[in-house]
Protein backbone atom coordinates (compact mmCIF):
# COMPACT_ATOMS: atom_id res chain seq x y z
CA UNK A 1 0.00 0.00 0.00
CA UNK A 2 2.86 2.21 0.82
CA UNK A 3 3.64 2.26 -3.17
CA UNK A 4 0.24 2.42 -4.16
CA UNK A 5 -0.08 4.21 -7.08
CA UNK A 6 -4.12 5.18 -7.00
CA UNK A 7 -2.90 6.98 -3.62
CA UNK A 8 -0.74 9.53 -6.05
CA UNK A 9 -4.14 9.70 -8.32
CA UNK A 10 -5.77 11.19 -4.99
CA UNK A 11 -3.12 12.51 -3.29
CA UNK A 12 -1.11 14.73 -5.99
CA UNK A 13 -4.00 17.37 -6.32
CA UNK A 14 -4.67 18.21 -2.37
CA UNK A 15 -0.47 17.91 -2.69
CA UNK A 16 0.17 20.51 -5.74
CA UNK A 17 -3.24 23.01 -4.28
CA UNK A 18 -1.29 22.91 -0.52
CA UNK A 19 1.80 23.84 -2.50
CA UNK A 20 0.08 26.74 -4.18
CA UNK A 21 -1.76 27.88 -1.00
CA UNK A 22 1.33 27.99 1.38
CA UNK A 23 3.44 29.64 -1.46
CA UNK A 24 0.46 32.12 -2.04
CA UNK A 25 0.13 33.27 1.63
CA UNK A 26 4.46 33.80 1.52
CA UNK A 27 4.42 35.76 -1.42
CA UNK A 28 1.61 38.13 -0.32
CA UNK A 29 2.48 38.65 3.05
CA UNK A 30 6.02 39.47 1.93
CA UNK A 31 4.92 41.52 -0.24
CA UNK A 32 2.53 43.80 2.13
CA UNK A 33 5.49 43.18 4.94
CA UNK A 34 7.81 45.42 3.43
CA UNK A 35 4.39 48.05 3.14
CA UNK A 36 3.88 50.03 6.17
CA UNK A 37 0.64 50.97 7.69
CA UNK A 38 -1.25 54.34 7.62
CA UNK A 39 -0.18 54.80 11.11
CA UNK A 40 3.23 52.70 10.93
CA UNK A 41 1.91 50.98 14.29
CA UNK A 42 3.80 47.92 14.84
CA UNK A 43 1.83 44.57 16.09
CA UNK A 44 1.97 44.93 19.04
CA UNK A 45 0.99 48.39 19.10
CA UNK A 46 -1.87 47.61 16.61
CA UNK A 47 -3.27 45.00 19.21
CA UNK A 48 -3.19 47.04 22.01
CA UNK A 49 -5.00 49.67 20.01
CA UNK A 50 -7.80 47.19 19.51
CA UNK A 51 -8.12 45.51 22.46
CA UNK A 52 -9.17 48.47 24.24
CA UNK A 53 -11.24 49.68 21.53
CA UNK A 54 -12.88 46.25 22.05
CA UNK A 55 -12.77 45.61 25.36
CA UNK A 56 -10.27 43.31 24.83
CA UNK A 57 -7.87 44.17 27.48
CA UNK A 58 -7.80 41.42 29.50
CA UNK A 59 -6.75 39.15 26.71
CA UNK A 60 -2.42 38.42 26.92
CA UNK A 61 -0.09 39.41 23.89
CA UNK A 62 3.33 37.16 23.94
CA UNK A 63 5.46 37.39 20.67
CA UNK A 64 6.33 33.60 19.32
CA UNK A 65 8.90 32.64 17.27
CA UNK A 66 9.01 31.80 13.55
CA UNK A 67 6.97 33.65 10.86
CA UNK A 68 3.32 33.45 10.80
CA UNK A 69 3.32 31.38 13.65
CA UNK A 70 0.85 33.60 15.19
CA UNK A 71 -2.34 31.98 17.08
CA UNK A 72 -4.99 32.48 19.44
CA UNK A 73 -5.09 30.34 22.65
CA UNK A 74 -8.82 30.05 24.12
CA UNK A 75 -7.36 28.81 26.96
CA UNK A 76 -5.18 31.25 28.48
CA UNK A 77 -6.95 33.84 26.56
CA UNK A 78 -3.46 35.13 24.85
CA UNK A 79 -2.67 35.78 21.05
CA UNK A 80 1.06 34.93 20.04
CA UNK A 81 2.26 37.49 17.84
CA UNK A 82 5.21 36.07 15.47
CA UNK A 83 8.50 37.72 14.75
CA UNK A 84 6.97 38.35 11.23
CA UNK A 85 3.83 40.11 12.91
CA UNK A 86 5.82 42.36 15.03
CA UNK A 87 7.00 45.45 12.56
CA UNK A 88 4.62 48.30 11.21
CA UNK A 89 3.13 46.96 8.57
CA UNK A 90 0.12 46.31 6.82
CA UNK A 91 0.45 42.63 6.45
CA UNK A 92 1.44 42.56 10.20
CA UNK A 93 -1.87 44.68 11.13
CA UNK A 94 -3.54 42.13 9.49
CA UNK A 95 -2.44 38.99 10.68
CA UNK A 96 -2.99 40.73 14.75
CA UNK A 97 -6.32 41.55 13.82
CA UNK A 98 -6.96 38.15 12.30
CA UNK A 99 -6.00 36.55 16.65
CA UNK A 100 -8.01 39.59 17.86
CA UNK A 101 -11.06 38.13 15.72
CA UNK A 102 -10.90 34.58 17.31
CA UNK A 103 -10.43 36.42 20.57
CA UNK A 104 -14.11 38.49 19.81
CA UNK A 105 -15.52 35.16 19.04
CA UNK A 106 -14.21 33.50 22.29
CA UNK A 107 -15.97 36.21 24.17
CA UNK A 108 -18.80 35.72 22.55
CA UNK A 109 -18.95 32.26 22.61
CA UNK A 110 -19.22 31.46 18.66
CA UNK A 111 -20.57 28.03 17.86
CA UNK A 112 -18.48 26.99 15.63
CA UNK A 113 -14.88 28.14 17.44
CA UNK A 114 -16.50 25.87 20.60
CA UNK A 115 -17.12 23.72 18.07
CA UNK A 116 -13.49 23.39 16.70
CA UNK A 117 -12.29 23.73 20.12
CA UNK A 118 -14.57 20.74 21.35
CA UNK A 119 -13.40 18.35 18.38
CA UNK A 120 -9.45 18.73 18.60
CA UNK A 121 -8.69 15.92 20.92
CA UNK A 122 -11.38 13.52 17.98
CA UNK A 123 -9.05 14.99 15.28
CA UNK A 124 -5.74 14.42 16.73
CA UNK A 125 -7.11 11.08 17.19
CA UNK A 126 -8.58 10.76 13.64
CA UNK A 127 -5.47 12.15 11.61
CA UNK A 128 -3.15 9.62 14.14
CA UNK A 129 -4.50 6.09 15.09
CA UNK A 130 -7.55 6.63 12.22
CA UNK A 131 -4.51 6.66 9.67
CA UNK A 132 -2.67 3.49 10.87
CA UNK A 133 -5.94 1.59 11.32
CA UNK A 134 -7.28 2.18 8.20
CA UNK A 135 -3.51 0.93 6.79
CA UNK A 136 -3.38 -1.72 8.83
CA UNK A 137 -6.86 -2.86 8.19
CA UNK A 138 -5.80 -3.06 4.49
CA UNK A 139 -2.61 -5.08 5.38
CA UNK A 140 -5.26 -7.21 6.70
CA UNK A 141 -7.19 -7.79 3.87
CA UNK A 142 -9.92 -4.99 4.07
CA UNK A 143 -11.10 -4.46 0.80
CA UNK A 144 -11.17 -8.49 0.23
CA UNK A 145 -14.61 -10.64 0.40
CA UNK A 146 -13.29 -12.10 3.92
CA UNK A 147 -12.19 -8.70 5.61
CA UNK A 148 -12.72 -9.79 9.20
CA UNK A 149 -10.45 -8.40 11.68
CA UNK A 150 -8.87 -6.01 8.94
CA UNK A 151 -12.03 -4.34 7.67
CA UNK A 152 -13.27 -4.18 10.85
CA UNK A 153 -10.12 -2.05 12.00
CA UNK A 154 -10.32 -0.32 8.63
CA UNK A 155 -13.81 1.10 9.54
CA UNK A 156 -13.36 1.74 12.59
CA UNK A 157 -10.02 3.96 10.79
CA UNK A 158 -12.47 5.79 8.93
CA UNK A 159 -14.92 6.70 11.93
CA UNK A 160 -11.87 8.48 13.46
CA UNK A 161 -10.41 9.90 10.37
CA UNK A 162 -13.67 11.79 9.81
CA UNK A 163 -12.99 13.47 13.05
CA UNK A 164 -9.95 15.24 11.52
CA UNK A 165 -11.96 16.07 8.24
CA UNK A 166 -14.54 17.16 10.16
CA UNK A 167 -12.14 19.55 12.22
CA UNK A 168 -10.58 21.02 8.73
CA UNK A 169 -13.93 21.53 7.57
CA UNK A 170 -15.46 23.35 10.79
CA UNK A 171 -11.97 25.47 10.48
CA UNK A 172 -13.10 27.04 7.80
CA UNK A 173 -16.05 29.53 8.80
CA UNK A 174 -14.04 30.17 12.09
CA UNK A 175 -10.87 31.55 9.98
CA UNK A 176 -13.33 33.41 7.78
CA UNK A 177 -15.36 35.04 10.36
CA UNK A 178 -12.43 36.17 12.11
CA UNK A 179 -11.05 37.25 9.16
CA UNK A 180 -14.29 39.33 8.73
CA UNK A 181 -14.21 40.52 12.18
CA UNK A 182 -10.26 41.84 11.96
CA UNK A 183 -11.12 44.10 8.66
CA UNK A 184 -14.38 45.44 10.26
CA UNK A 185 -12.30 46.40 13.48
CA UNK A 186 -9.48 47.91 11.52
CA UNK A 187 -12.17 50.17 9.85
CA UNK A 188 -14.10 50.90 12.79
CA UNK A 189 -10.84 51.79 14.81
CA UNK A 190 -9.34 54.50 11.75
CA UNK A 191 -6.56 52.08 11.53
CA UNK A 192 -6.84 51.79 7.67
CA UNK A 193 -6.60 53.56 4.79
CA UNK A 194 -8.86 52.65 1.86
CA UNK A 195 -5.35 51.18 0.28
CA UNK A 196 -4.61 49.52 3.44
CA UNK A 197 -8.15 48.00 3.16
CA UNK A 198 -7.52 46.68 -0.03
CA UNK A 199 -4.02 45.01 1.12
CA UNK A 200 -5.21 43.31 4.63
CA UNK A 201 -8.16 41.90 2.31
CA UNK A 202 -5.26 40.04 -0.06
CA UNK A 203 -3.52 39.55 2.96
CA UNK A 204 -6.11 37.39 4.78
CA UNK A 205 -7.91 36.42 1.62
CA UNK A 206 -4.31 34.52 0.82
CA UNK A 207 -4.22 33.00 4.36
CA UNK A 208 -7.43 31.38 4.10
CA UNK A 209 -6.36 29.42 1.01
CA UNK A 210 -3.94 27.61 3.22
CA UNK A 211 -7.34 26.70 5.36
CA UNK A 212 -9.24 25.27 2.25
CA UNK A 213 -6.90 23.46 1.06
CA UNK A 214 -5.97 21.59 4.16
CA UNK A 215 -9.78 20.98 3.91
CA UNK A 216 -9.15 19.69 0.31
CA UNK A 217 -6.20 17.09 1.06
CA UNK A 218 -8.57 16.14 4.46
CA UNK A 219 -11.41 14.83 2.12
CA UNK A 220 -9.15 13.87 -0.69
CA UNK A 221 -6.78 11.41 1.78
CA UNK A 222 -10.40 9.81 3.46
CA UNK A 223 -11.79 8.98 -0.15
CA UNK A 224 -8.76 7.10 -0.84
CA UNK A 225 -8.86 5.46 2.12
CA UNK A 226 -12.71 4.83 1.76
CA UNK A 227 -12.29 3.66 -1.74
CA UNK A 228 -9.06 0.98 -0.62
CA UNK A 229 -11.96 0.18 2.04
CA UNK A 230 -14.94 -0.55 0.18
CA UNK A 231 -13.81 -0.04 -3.64
CA UNK A 232 -12.65 -4.56 -3.91
CA UNK A 233 -15.61 -5.55 -1.42
CA UNK A 234 -18.42 -7.94 -3.18
CA UNK A 235 -20.22 -8.91 0.04
Known amino acids: MIFDPLY ?16 YVKST ?7 ANMHNMNGFAVAQRLMNAEGLNYVRVNQVAGQLTDFYNPADKSINIS ?16 ELGHALQDREGYAMLRLRSSIVGIAN ?19 SRSGGIGFTM ?9 GAVLFTLVTLPVEFNASSRAKKMLIANGLVSPQDQAAVSKVLNAAAWTYVASAAQSILTFAYFAFRVFGGRRD
Not at 29 to 35: G, Q
Request: glycine letters at 8%.
Open 125 to 143: IGSNIGTWLVMLGLMFGAA
Open 83 to 98: QSSVNPSVAAMAVVAH
Open 154 to 162: ALIGLVLFA
Open 29 to 35: FSKYANV
Open 8 to 23: FVFAIPGMLFAFWAQW
